[in-house]
Each structure stands twice: as C-alpha cells, then as structure tokens.
C-alpha cells in the first residue's frame, strides 16, 4: 500500500472538481471520541459533527469546516452539503493518506477516490459512494 504524502490534486492532470449532492443525518459530539469509518479511524471534538451519508456511510466533521459547507434543513438533524467543488481523483493501487498533517491516516483500495478539500486536507471516497453522491463540477 503506497502512504501518500504532499500530494496537491492542483497540479494533477487526471484530477478534477467534483460536487457531492446528498442530504446527511447530523449529531453533534457531547464529547470527544472516535468512530471507525470504512477508510479509517475519524477522532472528534465536543462540538464536532458526526455526519450518516445516505448510503449508510460514518464520519466526521470539525465544527468550523461542518458549518462552512453544510446547511441545516427543517428536518431535525437533516443537513445538506453546499455545492462546494473539491478535487477528485480515482485511484487505481491501495493508498494511505492522512487526513490532514498529523492526523488520521486512512486507507483506500484501488478504484477509491483520493479527496482534497483544501492543500493538506484529504479524504477518501470509497467508488459505489462516489458514484452515487458525486457529479462532474
């Protein structure tokens, strides 16, 4: 499995934006803790956002990067992503990256999409997720 390591997706040809359209169930952590996401181990803040996509998927979200791209619909815990573009790459060998320095590291298989929300903070997308939720920008 290849760690990954300074990767920018800026600079990469077979990388493109892409926007996700999904609406997501939201709780916000009492306290601090860890949930175990198909890519890896996710830590959390008091505060932070421990968002259910809608294929079932775990994860979570810093309060300030949650309430910077999501919005809260008349449903209780219902929020929905704002169409905000990141870069997207499929990736076709094992990966390893961290989520941001010195944070989590997560693991894709190949077919996963490496994902760069801003220089130094990733994610993965596991491919059937992808496809379903993600559209070309």
Known sequence: MTLLDNIDLRHDAAAALYVKEETVQVEFA??????????GPNRYRVGDAIVTGSTGDRWCVSR???DARYDALAEPGAYR?????????EMTTPFSIA?????DVLHGKAGDWLMQYAPGDYGIT???????VYRLA
């Open 30 to 39: 009492a306290e601090p803790g860890e949930l175990v996401s198909r890519e």
């Open 64 to 66: 300030d990067r949650f």
């Open 81 to 89: 992503n704002k169409p905000v573009p990141v870069l997207a790459k």
């Open 99 to 103: 989520r941001s320095a010195g944070g």
């Open 126 to 132: 596991e491919r059937a997720r992808f496809l379903a």
